[in-house]
Structures are given as C-alpha cells and as structure tokens.
C-alpha cells in the first residue's frame, strides 16, 4: 500500500513526500485495510518517519488518526534495516529481507509493506500478491519511481476508488 504520482513515484526529489494527499475518507479506509492486517514491513526510512509521528498521536487529533496509531501500536512492526543497530516500540529488526515468506506463513492476515524500496525489492523476488496504489494527482518529473525501468508485471484489476481530492485508489493483484 504506497501513495505514487500519477508519474509512478512514491517520493520526490530529495525523499519529498510532501505532496501525498491524505483525507478523512482514505485514513478511515486504510485503517480498515491495516487494522485488519497481520503487519507491517518497513523500510529504515520508513520506519523512521511512522516511529517518529503514530506513538505520539494525541487525544485531540481526528478520530481516523487516533484510530490508526492504535493499529500501528497493535499490529506487529518488522523494520528491514543493514545499518539500524535497534528499533523501538516493539518492533522487530531484521538484517535482510530473506525472512519475508517465513513472516508471511506466521502473520494473521496480510503484510503491508512499507516504503517503496522496500516494495520494490520484495517485488523483484516475486513475494507481492497485491498493490494497493493510492494515485495522487501530481506529476512529480522526477523522484524514485515505484517501478524500476525494465521490471514487467502482469496485474489484474481488483478494485478502484476515487476519493473527493482526486487521489484513486487503485487495487491490483499480481498474476502469476
């Protein structure tokens, strides 16, 4: 589950991911994607940003996002990291990607992947079922694109939403 531009890249110049739209209707609806979830995999950059801001959600913010840091506290967190020597809130570290099938087979429901390196490499090996792309509408010219040049998938589509801002959400599963 990634935010991308219409471009196909999940961050900017310089890592900006200031242009990410985020409404009520699409927290609400990723909570219920998550929340339901047996994870989350984080890249180190990711993990960074969600560590820094979800634990410390207080009891003034929206309701979705009250609700999201509940999940994100509940659910388990693996962090993919060569250079962290430890992560906090519970969450699990791990030196390489190569324990994703074995994390798969013991969840309690799907694994979200978090972070666009993170995806990609997972996507490389062949270990995505499914993208949950939320497409915002901005063409960045340039960034890290979800989708390496060269890299073929076939996909099927799932479903599609579109939210009042014009993000869609656009679900689709990887045929093998």
Do not use: C
């Amino acid at each position: 589950m990634l935010s991308v531009s219409l471009d196909g890249h999940f961050e900017g110049p310089g890592g900006d991911i200031s242009w990410h739209h985020v409404t009520e209707g699409l927290h609400r609806d990723m909570n219920a994607l998550i929340g339901a979830g047996g994870g989350v995999l984080n890249g180190r950059r990711n993990w960074e940003l969600m560590s820094g801001f979800w634990p410390e959600v207080g009891p003034d913010a929206d309701e979705s996002l009250q609700e999201f840091s509940a999940i994100w506290k509940r659910i388990p967190q693996h962090v993919f990291s060569t250079t962290l020597d430890s992560v906090s809130h519970g969450a699990t570290l791990h030196g390489s990607i190569d324990v994703v099938p074995t994390l798969k087979e013991q969840a309690d429901g799907d694994l979200y992947a978090g972070g666009g390196t993170l995806a990609a490499a997972l996507a490389r090996r062949g270990w995505v079922d499914r993208y949950v792309l939320h497409v915002n509408p901005v063409i960045l010219g340039a960034g890290t694109p979800l989708f390496p040049p060269g890299e073929r998938q076939a996909l099927g589509l799932v479903s599609h939403k579109t939210y009042d801002d014009g993000v869609m959400q656009l679900t689709y599963d990887v045929e093998r």
